[in-house]
């Protein structure tokens, strides 16, 4: 392949904004190619979709994550100084803390907790009208991440901390005043953090000396040197963050509940079953909806030569429904991941490629571990009615149901 397909625009940006998770797979399906040209920001970009385009676009040492993502979301979900905008020996040194943190082991704990504080949460349900299930998701998996990490806040603090988190997740894919209030708040989750982190070093507080507050403060770069408290501050937010963050796939998970499964028991007593279901959420569900990436040298793929600098955005979506990947994607099968093992790059919700090499969220492990947990905890010890369907609109960026999912619950007896 030498001709790839170009779309004839001045700039396709304010399509992307409006189209959201939808932009890459209908143009890739209009041009009958998993791989188009467009302009994006008033620059050249190759958008594309499928394992191969992924396994491309995670060729190691391939891509830089440095200025591929757009400062409205970059301020918000990433910062710079972060792991994210590190490339070769430097962020394999500083995902190497990430992957000590959040072992299988340590996921497993994250859940357990994250379980026990579903159960106590929903105690308090049943005396309630109505719950917006997404909030009480991010208001459970925010206190749970909290207190795992090791942070030593007061209640107030802590809630408005979680309230920080969940704003720069929703604010992400804006662009002007909102997300420049969420940027705001960020600063203010920031300075909540960098004081933990200044009163670790100074011996004021003793974090367990395993947790995610320590093992951060006490970081030292591939140089020797410790992180400076404001880079400490930023990697702490970037395990915070997307813990709370689960909250959309729980509201999905249960979305997915109410109208893809008859009887819901089979979850809470099938744990392969309960894993299947998770996976096939994560593939159906509109979570991230691509990824940027630009080329740090020259290089060829299918007989076609791209040049350093070349910018890229994959599909992450659009991947998870790819028909070549999967039979029937846009039905939900929740038995579909039974008797079928995910590669590194079919099923890519939060990104693609391995996980100490590239960038791919080293909390995955967290992610499955946190919902498969969360989600038999609900099924047996809640009982719920949701009170009207939720809309998931593809075109925000991201995407959740618009109300919250709303309804009415109460504990079983």
């Known amino acids: 392949m030498t001709d790839i397909p170009k779309e004839h625009t001045i700039d396709a940006t304010l399509a992307l904004y409006r ?4 932009f890459i797979g209908t143009r890739c399906a209009r041009f009958g190619s998993d791989i188009f040209e467009t302009r994006l920001l008033g620059k050249k970009a190759y958008c594309m979709l499928g394992a191969e385009a992924a396994e491309m676009f995670y060729a190691p040492g391939r891509m830089t994550r440095r200025g591929a993502l757009p400062t409205s979301t970059l301020r918000l979900l990433q910062d710079e100084g972060s792991v994210a905008t590190l490339d070769d020996a430097e962020h394999r040194h500083r995902k190497a803390m990430f992957l000590h943190l959040l ?16 159960r106590r949460t929903a105690v308090n349900w049943e005396l309630r009208r109505r719950v917006r299930l997404h909030d009480e998701f ?7 991440v909290i207190r795992w990490a090791g942070l030593d806040l007061a ?14 997740i929703e604010e992400s894919g804006t662009i002007g005043p909102a997300n420049w209030v969420a940027r705001g708040r960020r600063r203010k989750a920031e300075q909540i953090v960098r004081r933990q982190v200044d009163q670790t070093r100074l011996g004021f507080i003793h974090p367990p000396r395993d947790c995610a507050l320590a093992t951060v403060a006490w970081h030292r770069d591939a140089h020797g040197h410790l992180l400076t408290p404001e880079v400490c501050a930023v990697e702490l937010l970037n395990i915070l963050r997307p813990v709370v963050a689960i909250a959309r796939f729980m509201v999905f998970a249960v979305d997915a509940l109410a109208n893809h499964v008859e ?4 979850l809470a007593e099938d744990e392969d079953f309960a894993r299947s279901f998770i996976q096939e959420v994560r593939r159906y569900y509109p979570f991230f909806p691509f990824l940027g990436g630009i080329a740090r040298q020259p290089f060829s793929w299918r007989g076609r030569e791209f040049a350093a600098g070349d910018f890229f955005l994959l599909d992450l979506y659009g ?3 790819d028909p070549r990947l999967y039979a029937q994607p846009d039905e939900f099968l929740p038995e579909r991941f039974l008797d079928r093992c995910p590669t590194a790059f079919d099923l890519i919700p939060q990104g693609g490629g391995d996980h100490e090499v590239n960038h791919r969220c080293p909390g995955e492990w967290v992610t499955i571990a946190v919902l498969v947990a969360l989600l038999q905890t609900f099924v047996r010890d809640a009982r719920f009615q949701l009170v009207m369907d939720d809309a998931i609109d593809r075109s925000e960026l991201p995407a959740s149901p618009k109300r919250g999912l709303l309804a009415q ?3 079983r007896h």
Request: aromatic content about 2%; charged content about 35%; overall charge negative.
């Open 19 to 22: 189209e959201g998770y939808d």
């Open 103 to 118: 072992t299988p082991e340590k996921a497993d704990e994250i859940a357990t907790r994250a379980a026990h504080e579903l």
């Open 138 to 144: 991010r208001t459970i998996l925010g206190r749970t």
């Open 155 to 168: 209640r107030s603090e802590r809630e408005r901390l979680i309230g920080e988190l969940a704003a720069m």
């Open 263 to 266: 009887d819901g028991s089979r």
């Open 319 to 321: 991947t998870n429904r």
């Open 409 to 411: 619950a109460a504990v």
